[in-house]
């Protein structure tokens, strides 16, 4: 059966329209990741990244007072299409960052935000608000050594959130 000329390939307007209100918005994730936690299992975190930054819009906060590691490298390497952003942020720092950061978020690029270890949870508090993510996650090893993503906060569906758990 031929295509008739004009007749749109997806059909009616009101059909293209429902195909694109079925597709549900990405949600904003911060994964926070701890340097001395992960060191060893660099691949297995970048694995787990991937995965969000795929499935996501992600901010990686990355606790470390050594710097920027080749978990970046590694990354970068993985997710050949994206673009990632290290940024050093020191405590306080966020505030000066905050439009770049936005700027990042909005052209789709991975920011990987690098501060130290002792620091984390205030700038991840922060980023938390600026960018209104739904979720907050922490990358790091079981007593057991393996890998874990905990869920330390999320978003709910309306006015409220929730805190799911508290990790200094």
């Not at 990405?26 to 990741?33: K, W």
């Not at 606790?63 to 942020?89: D, I, K």
Request: proline residues 5%.
């Amino acid at each position: 059966m031929a295509r008739r000329f004009g007749t749109p390939l997806l059909g009616s307007p009101y059909d293209r329209a429902a195909v694109h209100s079925e597709v549900s918005p990405t949600r904003m994730t911060i994964a926070i990741v701890d340097e001395p936690k992960t060191r060893s299992r660099t691949a297995e975190v970048v694995t787990r990244l991937a995965t969000l930054a795929v499935d996501d819009e992600l901010s990686v906060i990355y606790g470390s007072n050594a710097g920027v590691s080749s978990l970046v490298t590694r990354l970068r390497e993985r997710l050949p299409r994206y673009t990632v952003v290290a940024l050093q942020v020191l405590p306080g720092g966020l505030d000066r960052e905050a439009d770049l950061l936005d700027e990042l978020v909005e052209t789709g690029c991975l920011p990987f935000i690098v501060t130290p270890t002792d620091a984390v949870t205030y700038i991840a508090a922060e980023l938390r608000n600026r960018l209104r993510a739904d979720r907050v996650v922490r990358i790091a090893a079981n007593p057991a050594g393996d890998l874990d993503m905990e869920l330390l906060w999320q978003r709910r569906h309306g006015a409220r959130s929730i805190r799911v758990h508290c990790a200094a």
